[in-house]
């Protein structure tokens, strides 16, 4: 065993205020399925859910390399976003992509590396 430590993946906790499709499944669905493939990670599976009287969208894609999930609430115009990647992927490559495309006025990313040892 090495000294050097090890750190098996990057977690990303963002919060978008005020930006785009908060309210779109599909949109956001496809947005997700984007950014991680941006990043170079592979889609296993999605699954995402609208909420009635338009009260937002939750949306969860598996990845090989781990997950990226949102969940909405456009009524008060924000997104907590979750990003976990491991392996050659960059969540931030795909952080960035979602603020791209989401347009929010104000991002906050709150970084860990887990698993060191």
Known sequence: MTNTPFHPGTHLL???YDGQ?????AQLE???R?????????????SFHPFP??????????????????HTWPEHGFAAIDIF?????DPHVAAKYLEQV???????ITQAKRGAF
Request: charged share 20%; hydrophobic share 50%; aromatic share 2%.
């Open 14 to 16: 963002i919060d978008h």
């Open 21 to 25: 499709h908060l309210n779109d499944a």
């Open 30 to 32: 496809a947005i997700l």
């Open 34 to 46: 984007a950014a991680a493939k941006t990043a170079g990670a592979a889609v296993l599976k999605t």
């Open 53 to 70: 009287d338009r009260a937002g969208v939750t949306g969860f894609v598996l990845l090989a390399e781990s997950h990226i999930s949102i």
């Open 85 to 89: 990647m491991c392996g050659a992927c």
């Open 102 to 108: 989401l347009a929010p006025k104000r991002v906050e």
